[in-house]
């Protein structure tokens, strides 16, 4: 079994900054991909951005500029900083990653999420 665990959300003012961060734990073999995925209220889930094992990202266009994913691979960790954070920003931020538990089983999992609110 795989678990995701999520920790950093909080409220914040606008212009304000958090870090969030998601800790893979349990059995498998690598973690090709992890990522940070968001949902508002009465709004479609929706990638935030995304980091390969080899550090490459891709962001959301919202988001460009404001934030920046980072993995620390020994530790199984992809990390979010949010800088420069707007209303439109609180939301539901969910943790995201491809998990290999061998060479031919490769799951997605979610972390269970952590709220961020931009508001003053």
């Known amino acids: 079994q795989v678990q995701l665990v999520e920790s950093g959300g909080g409220l914040v003012q606008p212009g304000g900054s958090l870090r969030l961060s998601c800790a893979a734990s349990?059995?498998?073999?690598?973690?090709?991909?992890m990522g940070w995925y968001r949902q508002a209220p009465g709004k479609q889930r929706e990638l935030v951005a995304r980091?390969?094992?080899?550090?490459?990202?891709n962001y959301a266009d919202s988001v460009k500029g404001r934030f920046t994913a980072s993995r620390d691979n020994a530790k199984n960790t992809v990390y979010l900083q949010m800088n420069s954070l707007k209303a439109e920003d609180t939301a539901v931020y969910y943790c995201?990653?491809?998990?290999?538990?061998?060479?031919?089983?490769?799951?997605?999992?979610w972390g269970q999420g952590t709220q961020v609110t931009v508001s003053s």
């Open positions: 995201n990653a491809d998990v290999a538990r061998s060479f031919s089983d490769m799951r997605g999992y």
């Open positions: 349990g059995s498998f073999w690598r973690i090709p991909a």
């Open positions: 980091v390969t094992s080899g550090g490459s990202t």
